[in-house]
T-cell receptor
Framework: NAGVTQTPKFRVLKTGQSMTLLCAQD?????MYWYRQDPGMGLRLIHY???????AKGEVPDGYNVSRLKKQNFLLGLESAAPSQTSVYFC???????????????FGQGTRLTVV | AQSVTQLGSHVSVSEGALVLLRCNYS??????LFWYVQYPNQGLQLLLK??????LVKGINGFEAEFKKSETSFHLTKPSAHMSDAAEYFCAVISSGGSEKLVFGKGTKLTVNP
């Protein structure tokens, strides 16, 4: 049971380049989330999905796009990377809250992205 | 919209001393509340969760938290700190009646001194 797997773990981009971060979960979770973590800012929600084919904006969605074509995968895209997007990105997944007792989110190990 | 506020970005205690990390939430409906721990260069691990079954919640590694509706608080405590408790701790909330998204506080970094 792999849980939540993020790919890649590290990446360095030049300003203006694009990339896609992949999050895969094998727990049949409905909800998936993308967060960014910056010093002193905690985890800020970028986008999330409440099921296959759905996406919604979080607190800091600008400059990012997402897709949830398959239930187990949640992709985060940066179309034109900027230095302000240098951060550690975490993906998480969970069952639908308030419907099952085990409603906590499970996290991937993170992707450290540097934009130069 | 729901939110959480963690009081104190850094907390320092001596080994063997009481650990108290503060979290206050804002939610117009009964929330689910969580404490997560993050060790250096790792992902987040669930410590404990409140889902309305009991107001005093026990978690892993000797931590516990008490849900106090009157104070809108969910403070994390541990009677005796251990060196291995040094980490960053995050409080998080999710509530129904809307987007049901999981929102985090800014974190509290715990240092344990020998």
């Amino acid at each position: 049971n792999a849980g939540v797997t993020q790919t890649p773990k590290f990446r360095v981009l030049k300003t203006g380049q694009s990339m896609t971060l992949l999050c895969a979960q094998d727990m049949n979770h409905e909800y998936m989330y993308w967060y960014r973590q910056d010093p002193g800012m905690g985890l800020r929600l970028i986008h999330y999905s409440v099921g296959e084919g759905t996406t919604a904006k979080g607190e800091v969605p600008d400059g990012y796009n997402v897709s949830r074509l398959k239930k187990q995968n949640f992709l985060l895209g940066l179309e034109s990377a900027a230095p302000s997007q240098t951060s550690v990105y975490f993906c998480a997944s969970s069952y639908k809250p308030y419907q099952v007792p085990n409603t906590e989110a499970f996290f991937g190990q993170g992707t450290r992205l540097t934009v130069v | 919209a729901q939110s959480v506020t963690q009081l104190g970005s850094h907390v320092s205690v001596s080994e063997g001393a009481l650990v108290l990390l503060r979290c206050n939430y804002s939610s117009s409906v009964p929330p689910y509340l969580f404490w997560y721990v993050q060790y250096p260069n790792q992902g987040l691990q669930l410590l404990l969760k409140y889902t309305s079954a009991a107001t005093l919640v026990k978690g892993i590694n000797g931590f516990e938290a008490e849900f106090k509706k009157s104070e809108t608080s969910f403070h994390l405590t541990k009677p005796s700190a251990h060196m291995s408790d040094a980490a960053e701790y995050f409080c998080a909330v999710i509530s129904s009646g809307g987007s049901e998204k999981l929102v985090f506080g800014k974190g509290t970094k715990l240092t344990v001194n020998p």
